[in-house]
């Protein structure tokens, strides 16, 4: 051990990682991975290649390995991490959500990045979105409607989605739309990770889109329209304070007309019933398909 090496408590190693003490005094226990020197009578201390092989434990777990062969791989480990070589390929899509959820809780966003990425490219967006993004949402919004306690979890999900999916979202050398498609959020809308989704899903299609995102102005909005004469307006609300119908009614009058596409629970069929509504990401595609011609 460097002499200048940080050494950290169990208290320390346990925040760090997510899990609580007794966990750690189990794995010591039961499989060895405990500090690289402790003597007894002393407080347990734990050096940063205690740390990276503790790291390796609970992602492994996370994964979906057993915690007895995670401890063997473990123990064996030496050097970096390289969270590629752990992220399963999970043919059950729960399985993905799962670990996802998991990684969430502890707050381990390396590992959440790393799995969705490799999800995402290989299954698209659409299927990525719809079998594992959004189960996951809905397990972490319900335990903290149910616990009130999570938020955090919630608030760092969404930044770590976002920046994924504008990964996705790449300079399209030919796209098949003249203009591009007009994505916002309405009103005082915060919520903008579906608009994320969708211009990703739609970059798969190379379909060009201007991102206007959330709390987007009906002022704005027009001046976009006149502007740009997108072939479709996709406007997002969540909740029913936001969708007001002047975002699609007041807009300017240019030829062609774009084809207003409303997501999002907030909107009330009713009043909405001369423009699409579309339930998905699945619909919300079809829908500016149709309207670039495709």
Request: net charge neutral.
């Amino acid at each position: 051990m460097a002499i200048n090496e940080e050494l950290l408590t169990v208290a320390a190693v346990a925040r760090r990682l997510g899990v609580a003490p007794a966990t750690l005094r189990t794995w010591d226990r039961r499989y060895g991975l405990g500090p690289s020197t402790h003597e007894a009578g002393e407080h347990r201390r734990y050096c940063p290649m205690d740390l990276a092989r503790l790291t390796l434990m609970r992602r492994l777990i996370t994964s979906g390995v057993s915690p007895c062969d995670a401890a063997v791989q473990a123990k064996n480990h030496k050097g970096k991490i390289k969270l590629e070589t752990i992220v399963d390929d999970y043919v059950v899509r729960e399985d993905l959500v799962g670990a996802l959820h998991k990684a969430a809780k502890a707050l381990d966003k390396r590992f959440i990045e790393a799995a969705l990425r490799k999800d995402l490219a290989e299954n698209g967006v659409e299927r990525s979105w719809s079998e594992a993004i959004v189960p996951l949402l809905f397990l972490v919004g319900n335990e903290w409607e149910a616990t009130g306690q999570g938020v955090e979890i919630e608030h760092l999900l969404t930044e770590v989605l976002k920046r994924i999916l504008r990964e996705n979202i790449e300079d399209i050398k030919k796209p098949v739309n003249a203009h591009p498609v007009l994505l916002a959020s309405v009103g005082e809308e915060m919520h903008s990770l579906a608009l994320h989704a969708l211009a990703a899903a739609l970059a798969e299609r190379k379909i060009e889109t201007y991102f206007l995102g959330p709390r987007t102005p009906l002022s704005a909005l027009c001046g976009m329209i006149s502007r740009s004469a997108p072939p479709a307006v996709f406007l997002w609300a969540q909740l029913p304070q936001n969708a007001d119908p002047k975002f699609f009614k007041e807009i300017p009058v240019i030829r062609p007309m774009p084809r207003i596409v409303l997501g999002g629970p907030g909107w009330d069929l009713e009043i909405c019933k001369d423009v699409a509504v579309v339930n998905d990401l699945s619909q919300a595609c079809a829908e500016i398909e149709r309207a670039v011609g495709l």
